[in-house]
């Protein structure tokens, strides 16, 4: 059994201008000790996902549909109260984006970690902040016994960074949600942060899910690759495998937009148009809009996942009864008008 599987998640946002599918049947399994990454463009639905394994979503969003089965539990069943006395923080932890926002101003670092760990062990506290300067030691913050006693604002960007991973780690959870972690921080400081990623993971031996949009960065940390497009999953494979043979077009399309060390900048081929609105999303397959490749049956039916290798899938109707194979799109062209459009018709 999987340490987490999730089955059929649908979160709807209920607005004024009507109902937002931002995440729309998406499933996936993560093993004990593996790194997913959840991979697509802003509006993909990934931030959603995650928030909603852990009961993060606020009205008017909604949780309305799927199952959250963490070690063996449904969580979408659990309360606020069970959810937030005995999974978040110590089961499930979660790394956001924005360190300063996380961070509360006006408590010092160690005391953010340290009531943690007193909130969710029966330690005392001057154990729990023994174990706070522990944790910032391990994460590699210099002279941590001092800069515990320090406030955020007193942090570098990158060592504020490195405090939420050492929050993260302060009830060592089974499974760590990294919520674009690098997004803010430059390059230098990104590499950094990565490497403290593959350290975590080996002494820790915890499971991690890793959203962001740059495939560059999941080539780095994880093991398999879960694609996002639009509140739903279209292609997912173990990272060489995606990597080497992506099968999906919007996949190909986002490694051919990709920086990497034997692409040159000048080469880089940008997927043109912007994601439909997930209010009124294209009939049939929701990437027909920009592929290059659509024909009219994706128009009419939402593609299934078709097996396509070792533990590899694409929802992309090439691969059915009706399909002609892969449409190998690494040497096509730009996406056309045709059966795709531009508009977000049902």
Request: hydrophobic share 35%; net charge negative.
């Amino acid at each position: 059994m999987a340490l987490l599987e999730v089955e059929d998640l649908r979160t709807y946002f209920y607005t004024e201008e009507g109902i937002v599918q931002a995440v729309d049947g998406v499933s996936f399994e993560v093993e004990r000790g593996e790194t997913l990454g959840l991979v697509g463009e802003s509006g993909a639905g990934k931030s959603v996902a995650v928030k909603s394994l852990l009961g993060l979503i606020r009205p008017p969003g909604h949780v309305v549909d799927g199952s959250v089965r963490f070690k063996g539990d449904d969580l979408t069943e659990y309360s606020e109260a069970q959810l937030r006395n005995q999974v978040r923080g110590t089961e499930i932890s979660v790394i956001f984006q924005d360190p300063m926002s996380a961070l509360n101003p006006v408590f010092t670092v160690g005391t953010q970690i340290s009531e943690i760990i007193e909130h969710h062990r029966d330690v005392t506290h001057e154990a729990a902040w023994s174990r706070a300067v522990e944790l910032l030691d391990d994460v590699g913050i210099p002279d941590p016994a001092e800069r515990a006693d320090q406030y955020p604002h007193e942090f570098s960007g990158g060592m504020q960074q490195r405090a939420l991973i050492a929050m993260a780690l302060s009830c060592e959870p089974d499974l760590i949600i990294a919520d674009e972690p690098t997004t803010a921080l430059d390059v230098t400081i990104q590499a950094q942060i990565l490497d403290l990623f593959d350290d975590i993971k080996t002494k820790y031996d915890t499971s991690m899910i890793y959203v962001t949009h740059d495939l560059g960065v999941v080539r780095e940390v994880c093991d398999r690759v879960s694609v996002m497009y639009l509140g739903e999953i279209a292609e997912s494979a173990p990272y060489e495998e995606l990597y080497r043979n992506p099968k999906h077009p919007y996949t190909q399309a986002l490694l051919r937009s990709t920086v990497s060390a034997d692409r040159r900048t000048e080469d880089l081929d940008p997927i043109e148009g912007s994601m439909p609105s997930a209010i009124h999303p294209p009939s049939g397959c929701r990437y027909r809009t920009r592929c290059p490749v659509a024909f009219e049956d994706c128009s009419r039916g939402e593609p299934p996942r078709f097996d396509v290798g070792p533990d590899h899938d694409a929802a992309c109707l090439h691969y059915g009864d009706g399909g002609d194979g892969d449409p190998k799109l690494h040497e096509t062209g730009r996406p056309g008008t045709g059966v795709g459009g531009t508009g977000g018709d049902r």
